[in-house]
């Protein structure tokens, strides 16, 4: 009755670990509004990058870091992957 007031943290397309290809990273919400991301770490905020197409990571370590904000303006927690 009340799923539109929760914000579920975004979700990995990929558990977290090492990998010999290019790998296209998807996240994903439980509802409609926008995942803001970075990929080095940092907690990200509203002016992240927003989340709109799979994001290729290639060669090298990374960070990603993400959360969630639904149409109703509730955050939520942050998650990280790396």
Request: glycine share 8%; proline share 6%.
């Amino acid at each position: 009755q009340f799923q539109q007031f929760i914000a579920k943290p975004p979700e990995f397309s990929y558990e977290g670990g090492r990998y010999k290809e290019v790998l296209p990273l998807k996240l994903s919400a439980n509802t409609s509004g926008k995942i803001y991301y970075t990929m080095d770490g940092t907690r990200p905020n509203k002016q992240s990058t927003v989340y709109t197409a799979p994001i290729f990571l290639e060669t090298g370590s990374y960070i990603v870091t993400a959360y969630f904000v639904n149409d109703y303006g509730i955050e939520s927690e942050v998650v990280s992957n790396t």
